[in-house]
Structure formats: C-alpha cells, structure tokens
C-alpha cells in the first residue's frame, strides 16, 4: 500500500504580500527592498548568488541520544527531539500506536514571535508536517503495537525553531525525518499480560519501523508566477507572491500537495516543479543516510571501545 495522499486547492487569491509574512505578522519589507528582490529575480538572480532551484548549505549533526538532531539550513536553524513512552492505544485503534508532532514558536526563534501563544504560521507549518508525515504513513504505527487493546508505544517529535531565517517547513520535515530515522526506542516483551520494557544497557534498543522517507519541498512565486524558487529566505518569503508545497518520497509518490493563498500557479508549472522536488528529495535523503551512517558506526565503535574497557575491568 502507498502512502495516502492529501491534496489542497487554494483557498483564496490575495494580493501579493506574502503569505508567511501575513501569518507571523513580521514587519513588512520596505517598497525598495522588496522591488530589489523581485528585480534580481527578474534577471534570474537571487541575493545570495544561488540559483532558482539550489537550496541553502544544509548541515545535520546529532546529540548524544538517539533521535536528537540539529539542523542548519542557511541561517535557519532548528533541534529536534523524538521520545517514546509506553501507553494505551486508542480505543477506536487497539492494534495502533500512537505518533504526535508538537512545534512550538518561541521569541528565541524570531522576535515576531510570543512564547505560548499560537499563531497562524505555527498552525500552518504543524499541518503540513502533519500531513506529510504523519498521515502519509511515514511511521508505521501497526509496529508500535505491544499489547492489542492495552499498551503500545507513543512516538512524539519536539521541534524547537532556534532562529528562523525562511524555509522552516522543509528543515523541520527534513530534521524530523532523520530524528525518527535514527531514534532507537527500548524493547518490551509482554510476559503473563504484563509488559517489561528492558533498558539500553539491558538490551540493544529497536529501531522504527520507517515505510517511506517523504519530504516537503516549498516553492515560492514572485512577478506574476514568472518566477518560482525553493528554499526562500525570510526577506524572499515576505516578498512573495504565494507558495505551492509538494510533499514527496524517493519513488516518485506526492503524498501532499497545497497551494494556498496568493497569486495561481499555472498546472504545468505545477508539474515541472513536481520532477524538481522529487530531485531535490533524492538528493536530501541520500544526504540524510550518509550522516546517519557515520553517526551509527561512530556508537557503534565507541559502543565496542566501552565493552573492551569494562571487560578488562573485571578481568582487573
């Protein structure tokens, strides 16, 4: 079975101002910033000398534990944790474990933003990754099942925006995909209808079952849709016209397609830039499985360094 699919059609035509820049409410570009960006743009140019379709410098390390990595992406940067803990499944779902995804905007990301207060664009990116991950069946949550009806697993993914400068949606996908790629959660038995769940220094912890590695890619149009990018920067973000986000795994599969509000997009554009995000996708995820495996030879070597040591401790 594939990935479910949940596409979106405009909601409305508004001018052209911005959508993320109408939703985190950021002070607005000045007429001759804005008239710059949509000029350099014109002559297929961009502030910071990348073309149309090439994304930021990205960079992925990880944390001590599994499943926490950080992201930089341009001058975007974010931390994501993923945390597991046993629980009772849903009534409606006994066989189902449960998976959830919490952003939170923080002044620390951006100062147009209040802590503990929503706002539009926390709610607009929560839905895209909602529903390019989590109902895309990205984590198969059948897995997650310890005890039908009873007990299973509760997978949540914290994202934390340590400064936003654009394109939060796609680092964010991109972060959480790879925490929960490399994330390794205790093992459990159910022994006489009661569930022991056994420590890392017990037993080796279980890696998710991950069906497909989906990613969002957001577009950005400007000039009347004469002009589309990826990866925008906050400035190109508050100068653009409107945004098309396609979400999309190594296969070819969209399992998430939106066009909100702002200026329409041709359909052929639409499907040109669906061949462009399926590239770039490709090109992320392979990126993403070769710093997962330098970091997982890395514990496991260190993993090996400590078994010697305590060995010759007891051998002492």
């Known amino acids: 079975m594939g990935p479910k699919k949940d596409l979106e059609t405009p909601r409305s035509n508004h001018s052209p101002k911005g959508f993320i820049q109408r939703m985190s409410k950021e002070a607005s570009l000045s007429v001759a910033e804005r008239e710059f960006i949509l000029e350099a743009l014109r002559q297929d140019s961009r502030l910071d000398g990348r073309r149309a379709d090439q994304f930021r410098p ?3 390390s990880f944390g001590e534990e599994y499943g926490h990595v950080k992201l930089e992406l341009g001058k975007t940067r974010i931390i994501v944790r993923i945390s597991s803990e046993v629980t009772k499944p849903r009534d409606d779902r006994p066989f189902d474990g449960l998976f959830n995804i919490n952003l939170e905007l923080s002044a620390m990301g951006s100062p147009a933003w209040e802590n503990g207060r929503t706002n539009e664009l926390e709610a607009y990116v929560t839905h895209v990754l909602d529903s390019v991950i989590r109902r895309s ?3 198969d949550t059948e897995s997650l099942c310890i005890l039908k009806g009873v007990s299973c697993w509760s997978i949540r993914a914290d994202v ?3 400064d936003y400068d654009g394109n939060i949606t796609d680092a964010a ?5 790879t925490g929960l790629q490399h994330f ?5 038995v159910v022994r006489d209808g009661q569930v022991v769940v056994y420590g890392v220094e017990e037993r080796v ?8 590695k989906p990613l969002s890619i957001t577009f950005n149009t400007f000039n009347e849709g004469h002009n589309v990018i990826l990866d925008s920067t906050r400035k190109e973000e508050q100068a653009s016209e409107g945004e098309l986000v396609i979400g999309i795994n190594n296969g070819g599969d969209v399992c998430f397609m939106s066009k909100f509000s702002g200026a329409p997009i041709d359909a052929m554009e639409v499907v040109t830039q669906s ?4 590239d770039k996708v490709k090109e992320i995820n392979a990126q993403i499985e070769k710093v997962m495996e330098a970091d997982l030879a890395k514990r496991a070597k260190k993993g090996m360094a400590e078994e010697s040591r ?3 401790d007891r051998e002492i």
Do not use: E, S, Y
């Open 58 to 60: 990205l960079q992925i």
């Open 137 to 139: 069946n990205a984590l």
């Open 160 to 162: 934390h925006i340590i």
């Open 173 to 177: 996908c991109i972060a959480i995909m």
């Open 184 to 188: 390794r959660r205790p093992d459990a």
């Open 205 to 212: 912890p279980v890696a998710l079952n991950i069906t497909h």
């Open 275 to 278: 061949k462009v995000a399926l």
């Open 310 to 312: 305590a060995a010759n």
